[in-house]
C-alpha cells in the first residue's frame, strides 16, 4: 500500500511570490492533516480536512490555505512569502478525523524562500 | 497557555540500556497520547497511542505510561541500539474533535 506522497520534496521560492504544494494521502483514508516543522517551533498544525471541509484550523495567517479534493487528495497554498515562511511542510493522513486515529506522514515538502 | 514540554537536551545512552523520555503537559485534558519517532530529513513515523484511562502501553521494546495527574507520558526503550538514534516526539490532542499537538521532541543517541 502506498504511503502518503508529497510533491514537491524540495522547492525555492522568492519573497513576494506563492506556492502551492500537493499531498495524496493513503488510498482509503479521508481525512488529511497539514503541519509546519522549523527547527525553533517544532512541528506546528497548519489545518485538517475531513470530506473536502475544514474541520480545524491552526494559528497562522490567513497567507496560509488548504482544500481537499473528492478524491482526498489535498493542497496548501502560501501567497505572499515571507522568510520565515521557510520549513519543512508535513502532510498526514488519517481513514477518520479526529485526534484517536494514528496519523501518517509523508516525508514532506521542503521550502526555502530567498 | 497549552503547552507540551519534552527535554531539549538530546539524551545520549550507551547500547543495551534503557531510554527514557518525557513529556510534560499543561492546560490539556487529552483523551489520547501518541508517540512518533523521526528520522532527520524524514517525516514522523507513529509507535505508540496510549488513552487516557490506561496506564501504561507496551509493544515490542517499547514502553508508554500516561498519568493525567501528573500530565506526564514517560517513553521507554529497552535494550536500546544505535539503530534507535532519533528524535521522539509525543503528541496529543487538544480535546474532542481537535487535531493532534506535538512536543517539540527530544533528540536520542545511542552509542555502541
Known amino acids: 500500500k502506498a504511503g502518503v506522497t508529497q510533491t514537491p520534496r524540495y522547492l525555492i521560492k522568492t519573497r513576494g511570490q506563492q506556492v502551492t504544494l500537493s499531498c495524496s494521502p493513503i488510498s482509503g483514508h479521508r481525512s488529511v492533516s497539514w503541519y509546519q516543522q522549523t527547527p525553533g517551533q517544532g512541528l506546528q498544525f497548519l489545518f485538517e480536512?475531513?470530506?473536502?471541509?475544514?474541520?480545524n484550523k491552526g494559528n497562522f495567517p490567513g497567507r496560509f490555505s488548504g482544500r481537499q479534493f473528492s478524491n482526498s487528495r489535498s493542497e496548501m497554498n502560501v501567497s505572499t512569502l515571507e522568510l520565515g515562511d521557510s520549513a519543512l511542510y508535513l502532510c498526514?493522513?488519517?481513514?477518520?478525523?479526529?485526534?484517536?486515529?494514528?496519523?501518517?506522514f509523508g516525508e514532506g515538502s521542503w521550502l526555502t524562500v530567498v | 497557555s497549552q503547552k507540551i514540554e519534552q527535554n531539549s537536551e538530546a539524551l545520549n545512552i550507551q547500547e543495551g540500556k534503557t531510554a527514557t523520555l518525557t513529556c510534560n503537559y499543561t492546560?490539556?485534558?487529552?483523551?489520547?497520547l501518541q508517540w512518533y519517532r523521526q528520522d532527520p530529513g524524514r517525516g514522523p513515523v507513529f509507535l505508540l497511542l496510549?488513552?487516557?484511562?490506561?496506564k501504561e502501553k507496551r509493544k515490542e521494546r517499547l514502553k508508554v505510561t500516561f498519568d493525567t495527574t501528573l500530565k506526564q507520558s514517560l517513553f521507554h526503550i529497552t535494550a536500546s541500539q544505535p539503530a534507535d538514534s532519533a528524535t521522539y516526539l509525543c503528541?496529543?490532542?487538544?480535546?474532542?474533535?481537535?487535531?493532534?499537538?506535538f512536543g517539540k521532541g527530544t533528540s536520542l543517541l545511542v552509542t555502541p
Open positions: 503528541a496529543l490532542d487538544g480535546g474532542s474533535g481537535y487535531a493532534l499537538n
Open positions: 492546560n490539556y485534558s487529552p483523551a489520547y
Open positions: 496510549i488513552r487516557e484511562n490506561e
Open positions: 480536512y475531513f470530506s473536502e471541509t475544514q474541520r
Open positions: 498526514a493522513s488519517s481513514l477518520e478525523a479526529g485526534s484517536g486515529n494514528t496519523i501518517y
